[in-house]
């Protein structure tokens, strides 16, 4: 992040320090979803104020292309507690949430879809669950109204996978109604499509995390962005995550022991030929067995290089950035 984005990014935090403090702020990433918007704001203020303490609602515009733009600016000329983030163009999903992330000012930050199928009655639950002291509250849609081979069997399986690898467990990371807390979602870094994974990426901090269940209703206007593709994307997600939380801090250990081990097998084999050549002349040339184990040994060498270089890119990396590698949650003086 250059220094100028550095300073706008800090004249948005600070622009609230001098006004009543935002407790709750609720981000939703928004895609050509123009018949839903008006529905969503009917539902989303229903709620809200019954909350008692100061809110906002951070629309992110991700490049919609159907009007979806002007149905938020008329919630936002109505209501100003609604504020708009556009994008050029449409990004995805994820650097929606992270902008919204990076501009809220809330204690609470809770994230829901625009298409009607979360809930907003279920975030006076999240909040209460919140304040039993958890960082993050993730929702449960048990009756999820989905198309069972499309979207809820990947989903299943990812679930089962992500809480296996991580030992988070939770039933449903694919739902995007959760709750965080500003001092546990403002030290993650989204890349990707992470924002599905958030409670596993963020487990390296030692949160506490929780799952309650809520509302999941059928998508009534506008069609879903996803579909069975994702699968592919999920997998790939995974991989990331168990590499990122087990290995990002140490990845010689992932590198180095896969290339001892692939090494190691290829110098015992090529010794092995070598003994069978000077004691038994037995030919070589023909042996593809051969090839592989000298094949094996530079692949060893290779993976074991890389892991040295991806330990002095992340130390690079710590150095320059000021990043740390550890999270605190309190300091008591």
Same mark, same amino acid.
């Given at each position: 992040?250059?220094?100028?984005?550095?300073?706008?990014?800090?004249?948005?935090?600070?622009?609230?320090?001098?006004?009543?403090? /935002?407790?709750?702020?609720?981000? &939703?990433?928004?895609?050509?979803?123009?018949?839903?918007?008006?529905?969503?704001?009917?539902?989303?203020?229903?709620?809200?104020?019954?909350?008692?303490?100061?809110?906002? /609602?951070?629309?992110?515009?991700?490049? =919609?292309?159907? %009007? !979806?733009?002007?149905?938020?600016?008329?919630?936002?000329?109505?209501?100003?507690?609604?504020?708009?983030?556009?994008?050029?163009?449409?990004?995805?999903?994820?650097?929606?949430?992270?902008?919204?992330?990076?501009?809220?000012?809330?204690?609470? *930050?809770?994230?829901?879809?625009?298409?009607?199928?979360?809930?907003?009655?279920?975030?006076? /639950?999240?909040?209460?669950? #919140?304040?039993?002291?958890?960082?993050?509250?993730? %929702?449960? $849609?048990?009756?999820?109204?989905?198309?069972?081979?499309?979207?809820?069997?990947?989903?299943?399986?990812?679930?089962?996978?992500?809480?296996?690898?991580?030992?988070?467990? #939770?039933?449903?990371?694919?739902?995007?109604?959760?709750?965080?807390?500003?001092?546990?979602?403002?030290?993650?870094?989204?890349?990707?499509?992470?924002?599905?994974?958030?409670?596993?990426?963020?487990?390296?901090?030692?949160?506490?995390?929780?799952? /309650?269940?809520?509302?999941?209703?059928?998508?009534?206007? %506008?069609?879903?962005?996803?579909?069975?593709?994702?699968?592919? $994307?999920?997998?790939?997600?995974?991989?990331?995550?168990?590499?990122?939380?087990?290995?990002?801090?140490?990845? #010689?250990?992932?590198?180095?022991? *896969?290339?001892?081990?692939?090494?190691?097998?290829?110098?015992?084999?090529?010794?092995?030929? *070598?003994?069978?050549?000077?004691?038994?002349?037995?030919?070589?040339?023909?042996?593809?067995?051969? !090839?592989? =184990?000298?094949?094996?040994?530079? &692949?060893?060498?290779?993976?074991? !290089?890389?892991?040295?270089?991806?330990?002095? &890119?992340?130390?690079?990396?710590?150095?320059?950035?000021?990043?740390?590698?550890?999270?605190?949650?309190?300091? #008591?003086?």
């Amino acid at each position: 992040m250059n220094d100028k984005n550095k300073i706008m990014k800090a004249e948005s935090t600070n622009k609230y320090k001098d006004k009543e403090s /935002v407790y709750l702020s609720v981000v &939703i990433p928004v895609y050509n979803e123009k018949q839903n918007i008006s529905y969503l704001y009917e539902n989303l203020n229903n709620i809200l104020p019954q909350i008692g303490k100061k809110y906002e /609602v951070i629309l992110v515009d991700d490049g =919609s292309i159907d %009007g !979806t733009f002007k149905e938020l600016l008329k919630i936002h000329e109505q209501n100003n507690n609604y504020k708009i983030i556009r994008f050029r163009k449409n990004f995805g999903q994820t650097p929606a949430m992270s902008a919204g992330f990076d501009y809220a000012n809330g204690e609470v *930050i809770i994230t829901l879809d625009a298409d009607l199928q979360n809930d907003p009655q279920d975030i006076p /639950v999240l909040l209460e669950k #919140i304040n039993e002291g958890y960082d993050i509250v993730s %929702g449960w $849609r048990i009756n999820r109204q989905d198309k069972a081979i499309s979207r809820k069997l990947p989903s299943k399986i990812a679930n089962w996978l992500i809480a296996r690898l991580t030992g988070v467990k #939770i039933h449903d990371y694919g739902c995007t109604l959760k709750a965080y807390t500003s001092d546990v979602i403002k030290n993650i870094e989204l890349f990707g499509e992470m924002h599905r994974y958030i409670p596993a990426v963020a487990s390296w901090m030692g949160i506490n995390v929780a799952e /309650v269940p809520v509302h999941h209703h059928s998508r009534k206007f %506008g069609k879903s962005k996803y579909g069975i593709s994702r699968t592919i $994307r999920v997998i790939l997600d995974i991989i990331t995550i168990k590499y990122l939380l087990s290995y990002s801090q140490k990845p #010689i250990q992932i590198f180095g022991l *896969i290339g001892l081990i692939t090494g190691t097998i290829g110098f015992i084999i090529t010794v092995y030929l *070598i003994i069978m050549r000077l004691f038994f002349n037995m030919a070589l040339s023909s042996r593809p067995l051969f !090839t592989l =184990s000298i094949f094996m040994i530079f &692949i060893g060498v290779q993976l074991i !290089t890389m892991g040295i270089l991806a330990e002095l &890119i992340m130390r690079t990396y710590h150095a320059s950035s000021g990043k740390p590698t550890y999270a605190i949650r309190e300091i #008591i003086d």
